[in-house]
Nanobody, 120 residues
Framework: QVQLVESGGGLVQAGGSLRLSCAAS????????MGWYRQAPGKQRDLVAS???????SYADSVKGRFTISIDNAKNMVYLQMSSLKPEDTAVYYC??????????????WGQGTQVTVSS
């Protein structure tokens, strides 16, 4: 029904920047909110940042002031601008979308994840 495809991950030195992108595709849906999560080896998956279709944002304390989430409603895309990266930011980053289908049914979908590695 809805597919999420992430891109933009890679290897970067500490202090560098990356921009992650997530594209939602399909038909008959509208986005309520999208978010970015991350999961490091041996740890649980945690929320990094979220944004509603109206532009309201929320950030984890660990990334506040360094990461910026944005949404393009017309393109059904969400972005995560990551700056001043630290080795502890190393993780697989996942995109999640909360969507409404047929103006009634609400579902959530996950992307496949993209690896972000920050070297010291």
């Amino acid at each position: 029904q809805v597919q999420l495809v992430e891109s933009g991950g890679g290897l970067v030195q500490a202090g560098g920047s990356l921009r992650l992108s997530c594209a939602a595709s399909g038909s008959g849906f509208s986005i309520n909110a999208m978010g970015w999560y991350r999961q490091a080896p041996g740890k649980q998956r945690d929320l990094v940042a979220s944004i509603t279709s109206s532009g309201s944002t929320s950030y984890a304390d660990s990334v506040k002031g360094r990461f910026t989430i944005s949404i393009d409603n017309a393109k059904n895309m969400v972005y995560l601008q990551m700056s001043s990266l630290k080795p502890e930011d190393t993780a697989v980053y996942y995109c999640k979308a909360v969507v409404v289908i047929q103006k009634f049914y609400q579902y959530q979908y996950w992307g496949q994840g993209t690896q972000v590695t920050v070297s010291s």
